[in-house]
């Protein structure tokens, strides 16, 4: 198992900046990618960017350019780093660990943090 804590979500003027950071604990040596998705009210969580074990990224179309995803393998962290933010990125941010089980894969959430884009 996997257990996700983040940090650093807030109140943020657009064109501001935000760093977000997930730290990881349990099995690590699991952990296939991580990630970080996002949520608003009434619609699907949607997926933001990833990271896999080897270092390959994605990003959602709407935020390419804008953000970065990297980690820090030595604190088990994951950060997204956000520039040049909109008020349609306002939205909880949840951390995803995806891992490997004996049966196959699973994923962890972390609790998410809220980031709100507002003048």
């Known amino acids: 198992q996997v257990q996700l804590v983040e940090s650093g979500g807030g109140l943020v003027q657009p064109g501001g900046s935000l760093r977000l950071s997930c730290v990881a604990s349990g099995d690590i040596s699991s952990i296939n990618f991580m990630g970080w998705y996002r949520q608003v009210p009434r619609k699907q969580r949607e997926p933001v960017a990833t990271?896999?074990?080897?270092?390959?990224?994605n990003y959602a179309d709407s935020v390419k350019g804008r953000f970065t995803i990297s980690r820090d393998n030595a604190k088990n962290t994951v950060y997204l780093q956000m520039n040049s933010l909109k008020p349609e990125d306002t939205a909880v941010y949840y951390c995803?660990?995806?891992?490997?089980?004996?049966?196959?894969?699973?994923?962890?959430w972390g609790q998410g943090t809220q980031v709100t884009v507002s003048s």
């Open positions: 995803i660990a995806n891992f490997r089980t004996i049966g196959g894969t699973s994923a962890s």
């Open positions: 990271i896999s074990s080897g270092g390959s990224t």
